[in-house]
């Protein structure tokens, strides 16, 4: 399972995260897009990081999108 951490807020603000849980075939395909999924937001006022790992899979585990708390 790729877990992929998106935390961003205004520099004002304490930073929100999000997390999305998206299966993959293999721990080889998991790391081939744990490398990949990385991007850039150059606002000067935004603060914004990505952070991504690989986990195993638990029986029946759905993806999922969900807020965390920071």
Do not use: H, W, Y
């Not at 603000?13 to 990385?38: G, H, V, W, Y």
């Amino acid at each position: 399972m790729l877990v992929v951490l998106i935390t961003m807020g205004l520099s004002s603000e304490k930073p929100q995260t999000i997390e999305m849980r998206i299966p993959q075939e293999n721990r080889d395909e998991c790391l081939k897009s744990a490398k990949t999924f990385r991007f850039t937001l150059p606002l000067p006022s935004v603060t914004f990081s990505v952070d991504t790992r690989c986990e195993p899979r638990k029986i029946n585990e759905k993806p999922e999108l969900r807020g965390t708390k920071t």
